[in-house]
């Protein structure tokens, strides 16, 4: 199971860092990310990690967003800074074994 956390209401040029907590073994192995879906749009992936480290960015948030992990918890991070409007949107975690999984999700709201 995925468990994401940390958004909220915030202010355009502000940050939030979202969590996302895995239950069960296995997690170093796995390929991780981000993705979000804005009102009446299309899910769209925002940022993914490997195994190994490696990253990747929607274009979109390339330099204001960075994705880590941390296998020793379990647990997958989004550092948003420098939000705009345009960042609201339903985040959810997910991870790939076979199969994707994914976390419930987290509204993450850029208003002033």
């Known amino acids: 199971q995925l468990q994401a956390s940390g958004g909220g209401l915030v202010q355009p040029g502000g940050s939030l860092r979202l969590s996302c907590a895995a239950s069960g073994s296995g997690f170093s192995i796995l390929t991780v990310g981000w993705y979000r879906q804005p009102p009446g749009k299309q899910r769209e992936l925002v940022a993914r990690?490997?195994?190994?480290?490696?990253?990747n960015y929607a274009d979109s948030v390339k330099g204001r967003f960075t994705i880590s992990r941390d296998n020793a918890k379990n647990t997958l991070y989004l550092q948003m800074n420098s939000l705009k409007p345009e960042d609201t949107a339903v985040y959810y975690c997910f991870a790939v074994s076979g199969n994707v999984f994914w976390g419930q999700g987290t509204l993450v709201t850029v208003s002033s």
């Open positions: 990690i490997s195994s190994g480290g490696s990253t």
